[in-house]
Structures are given as structure tokens and as C-alpha cells.
């Protein structure tokens, strides 16, 4: 599209051009955005000395509308000072062209330009084609990742079938937790370093050591003695294998990482007496010590074979009991904050 008030300037830029290339002739800047919704040129030769609108208007109102801003656009003009050709430049023309100017070197720049434009074209399409694939490959992981959990997880509860519910719920239980110590700035760093979508799905399986557990010790209908208890323990130390195993065969190794910490500290005390490591206060990884008020909180409301769900005021009553002993005092607060929360996901079980 050729854009210029001179009638004769139109004449000898459409001679130069028509053989190879269809050329629209315009004798304005208005009538040029006119054309514009009826046509979609490849290049624009523009003129800078118009009236009424000149050529770096016609070029800001141009660039200003996204779908043509991509449309190159070479200057025509007999203003060659340094100025002015800058001042084109920097407005986004692609080229700068001198009048009066040789047809012949006119074609050259205008194919020039074309292939240019075509290229980029070209690229575009390669590298949206590209992150395509990349997003593509990236969600099936996604898929494949969550796939594993949820297979895994259906493994724990059809296991234990007694504590049903209490991995789904577990999971609700644990983004409540992370979500309320996202606004304490004592978690917040840390947090913010997880990915925070692996670290729930994770919490589900901080109990999948129990598969290597007897049944007669997993499904006793009653208290464990001293000794089984001892085993009972050991799920946590089983679990980090299993996770550990499942590690080893995947490409991307860090994805069950969350898993294998929350399998192995959920039952870890703030005052180092709890298992399997007697780890104390902060040096239980902070997931595994979220862990540990979730699971208890579930078990307290949960049915076993041997005793009665308690109500919710008194579950969140044992946690708060436990701030300084069993849990780590600070995440008891943020506990407190979503107490009304717990009770409401487990009133729906
Ligand atoms: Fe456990």
C-alpha cells in the first residue's frame, strides 16, 4: 500500500512496483485507515509530508492498534536530514526511503523488507509451534505425576480401609494449614520455595508405609501392644523407601521429594520425642510438622475399632494442649486461626 498526497509521486511508486506486487494507491493518511478495514497489505510506503494527517501521525495510530502493528512500514520522503529519519525510525518504520527515489532501488528494498517480514512470520509460527510442544510435554508430566499419586493413594486407603476418608481428607486439611501459615512471615519464605501443588498432593501419601505393614498389627481391632506398636512405627521409615524407590526410576527426581519427607517426620514430637528420629523443634522439616497437627487432628475425629470420634471443639483442644510438646507452638497459632475451617471439612466426612 502506498500512502502519498503527491498524485505524481503515486504514479512513478506504483510503476516501480506493480509488476511484482499487487500496489494500492492512497492519497491520505484517512483514507488510507478507510482502505485498511477492507485490506490487509503486506508493506506500507508511507509518505511523511501529508495534510491534514502526516505520515508519523498515520504511523502512531497504526502501531497503536495491535492487530496491525505488526505490518512493516517503509518511509518515503524528501526530508533526508539525519532528524527526521531517526525520528521515522524510532516511531517503528522499518526503513527510510529518499525521494526522489530509483525505481529499481525502491523494488529491492520493498523485496527486502517482504522477505524480512516473511521470515519473522516463519519464526513466529516455529516458536509458537514449539512452546506448544513444550506445554503439551509439560502436562502430560503434570498428568503422569499426578497420576502416580492418586494411584498410590487409592494403594494406602484400599490397605488400610479403616481410616477411610482420611487421606482425602488429610490433603484438604494440609493446603487449609499452608494457605493460613502463607500469611505468617516466619513460614512464608519456605513455603514459597515449594511447589505448593506437589506439596498437598504429597501429604496424601505420608502414610504409605503402612502397605509393608502386617495386617494383623494394620487391622488389629483393638489397642497395639507394646511391641507391635514398635513395629507400627517403622511405616514411617518404610515409607520413605517406597517413595525413595519410585525416586530413583523417575526422570524428574525431585517431584516426590515433599512425599518422602512427610512420610518420614509426620510423627516426629517438637520436644524430640517422637519417632522414628527423635528429631526436635525446627529441625523436623516444616511439612513434616504440619503434618503431624493434620493427622492427629483426623485421627482424633475418625472412628476407630477401638474408640469414639471425639467432637471438633475438643480435637482442636488436644492441639492446642499440644503447642510446645507434641507440635511446633507457632503453627498451633496459625491452627487456631482455621480451627472453624478443620471442623467444617470434617463435618462433611
Ligand atoms: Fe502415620
Do not use: C
Request: hydrophobic share 40%; charged share 25%.
Amino acid at each position: 500500500m502506498l500512502v502519498d498526497d503527491n498524485i505524481t509521486n503515486l504514479a512513478v511508486g506504483k510503476n516501480a512496483l506493480v509488476e511484482q506486487y499487487d500496489v494500492y494507491t492512497v492519497p491520505s493518511g484517512d483514507k488510507f485507515f478507510k482502505i485498511l478495514e477492507m485490506v490487509e497489505p503486506d508493506l506500507i510506503l508511507l509518505d511523511v509530508e501529508m495534510p491534514v494527517m502526516n505520515g508519523y501521525e498515520v504511523i502512531k495510530k497504526l502501531k497503536a492498534d495491535p492487530a496491525r502493528a505488526s505490518i512493516p512500514v517503509i518511509f518515503l520522503t524528501a526530508k533526508s536530514d539525519m532528524h527526521s529519519e531517526l525520528e521515522g525510525l524510532s516511531l517503528g518504520a522499518v526503513d527510510y526511503i529518499a525521494k526522489p527515489f530509483s525505481p529499481p532501488l525502491l523494488l529491492k528494498r520493498v523485496e527486502t523488507q517482504l522477505l524480512l517480514e516473511a521470515q519473522r512470520r516463519e519464526l513466529q509460527r516455529y516458536n509458537s509451534g514449539l512452546q506448544k510442544m513444550v506445554e503439551e510435554k509439560t502436562r502430560a508430566v503434570a498428568d503422569l505425576q499426578t497420576a502416580v499419586f492418586d494411584l498410590l493413594t487409592e494403594v494406602v486407603e484400599y490397605r488400610d480401609d479403616e481410616t477411610g476418608g482420611h487421606v482425602s481428607r488429610t490433603s484438604i486439611y494440609f493446603q487449609i494449614m499452608v494457605d493460613s501459615a502463607l500469611r505468617d512471615a516466619a513460614f512464608q519464605d519456605e513455603i514459597l520455595s515449594w511447589d505448593i501443588r506437589m506439596m498437598v498432593l504429597s501429604s496424601r501419601l505420608h502414610d504409605i508405609g503402612k502397605i509393608a505393614i502386617r495386617d494383623s498389627i494394620l487391622l488389629k481391632p483393638g489397642k497395639l501392644t507394646p511391641e507391635e506398636f514398635e513395629t507400627m512405627k517403622l511405616h514411617t521409615i518404610y515409607g520413605a523407601d517406597i517413595i525413595e524407590k519410585i525416586e530413583k526410576s523417575s526422570p524428574n527426581r525431585s517431584f516426590i521429594d515433599h512425599a518422602k519427607v512427610m512420610a518420614l517426620t509426620h510423627h516426629e514430637k517438637w520436644d524430640g520425642s517422637g519417632y522414628p528420629h527423635g528429631l526436635a523443634g525446627a529441625d523436623i522439616p516444616l511439612a513434616g510438622r504440619i503434618m503431624a497437627i493434620v493427622d492427629v487432628y483426623d485421627a482424633l475425629r475418625s472412628k476407630r475399632p477401638y474408640k469414639m470420634p471425639i467432637s471438633s471443639e475438643q480435637a482442636a483442644e488436644i492441639i492446642i494442649q499440644g503447642s510446645g510438646t507434641h507440635f511446633d507452638p507457632q503453627l498451633v497459632e496459625v491452627f487456631r486461626e482455621v480451627a472453624a475451617s478443620f471442623e467444617k471439612v470434617s463435618d462433611l466426612a
